[in-house]
């Protein structure tokens, strides 16, 4: 499972969401479940960021996010993220997909 997550980030931010982002994805890669992960500015707009993170499962990324500890300090940071889908199903080559109908909750 792929997790997107894009942030637009005033420059005078720049050096406080690059160290708050930093934060969040070390405090998610301890997490059970966590394959990598990186973070990344937009090249031809320097105010876009994202944090892209694999997991094992939806299921491993969910319980990386409802620890306390990512509760604590990284969730404040990102739910600063764009307000759109950030999980996506990896597609592998002759894969096949889940259901091809949006998730309502």
Same mark, same amino acid.
């Given at each position: 499972m792929l997790v997107v997550s894009r942030f637009r980030v005033p420059a005078r931010e720049a050096d406080g969401i690059r160290a708050q982002l930093h934060e969040a994805h070390a405090l998610l890669a301890a997490? #059970?479940?966590y394959? +990598?992960?990186t973070l990344g500015r937009n090249l031809d707009e320097p105010d876009l960021w994202v944090? #892209?993170?694999r997991? +094992?499962?939806v299921g491993a990324y969910r319980r990386a996010l409802s620890s306390y500890?990512?509760?604590l300090a990284a969730v404040p940071t990102l739910s600063r993220a764009i307000d759109e889908p950030s999980a996506y199903e990896?597609?592998?080559p002759n894969a096949v997909l889940n259901?091809?109908?949006p998730r309502v909750t």
């Open positions: 997490k #059970a479940g394959v +990598d992960g944090l #892209a993170t997991w +094992d499962s500890d990512v509760k990896v597609v592998e259901v091809q109908e």
